[in-house]
């Protein structure tokens, strides 16, 4: 994609993450992978007034923020540039506060294998990082934790990150993450919950390698 193309389909996905109620105003944000730099969301921008020459755009350098645009980057830049550099096999990052994955988080829980899809994020939980205040190197030091080895986390009293190998696969992880997140939630009010054995969820994982349609 072009970086015209890719602020167009950021702003899209923001609007439809909100309209989908998987985020609410402007709490959540996205970044996406452009050469050497990434281009994210601005901070406290109400989405519906986004045009592409609002996307910022950060260097993925270490050290300082370096970046350009008529609006300063997502509060957020801090993670959102640690998983690009630290994950080069993605190229998306979605965070969002939705409702169910949210309050999950905030019981400092993780969610354990209570669904063979659990394995689509890389193991056999997605864990929840410690809390951080928002927007801290801190913060993004407690993800790069959560994380590894893995493609999302939740983030203690905060919300959930997923990312992907593009936007609309980043997006396509933020809605399952929030799905299971719902199932999790109800199945602990039944109770009874059984959590697949390790065994089970290492032949999923193996499973997914191939699962779906993958390049020649």
């Known amino acids: ?34 050469k050497d730099s990434m281009l994210i969301t601005p901070s406290g921008i109400p989405y519906e007034n986004l045009i592409p020459k609002d996307i910022a ?9 370096d970046w ?22 993605l190229d998306a990052v979605i965070h969002t506060h939705s ?10 829980e993780d969610i354990p294998a209570c669904h063979y899809m659990i394995a689509a994020f890389g193991g056999n939980t997605v864990r929840c990082a410690n ?5 801290t190197p801190e913060l993004s030091q407690a993800i790069a934790v959560a ?3 893995r493609s999302a986390c939740l ?5 959930m990150i997923a990312a992907g190998k593009d936007l609309d696969n980043a997006m396509w992880a933020a809605v399952e993450l929030e799905t299971l997140a719902k199932q999790y939630y109800y ?3 039944g109770g009874n919950m059984q959590i697949l054995p390790d065994e089970e969820m290492d032949r999923v994982i193996e499973k997914f390698k191939s699962y779906g349609q993958k390049d020649k």
């Open 1 to 34: 994609m072009t970086n015209l193309q890719i602020r167009k389909k950021i702003i899209q996905l923001c609007l439809q993450m909100n309209s989908s109620g998987l985020n609410q105003g402007t709490s959540g944000n996205i970044s996406a992978r452009y």
């Open 68 to 89: 350009n645009g008529p609006y300063k980057p997502s509060s957020e830049w801090h993670f959102h540039r640690a998983i690009l550099n630290a994950k080069p096999e």
């Open 57 to 65: 755009e950060v260097s993925l350098g270490d050290g300082e923020l």
């Open 155 to 159: 983030l203690a009293n905060h919300g």
């Open 131 to 135: 809390y951080e205040t928002f927007g």
């Open 99 to 108: 409702t169910f994955a949210t309050v999950v988080s905030i019981a400092r």
């Open 187 to 189: 199945a602990k009010l």
């Open 147 to 149: 994380m590894q080895d």
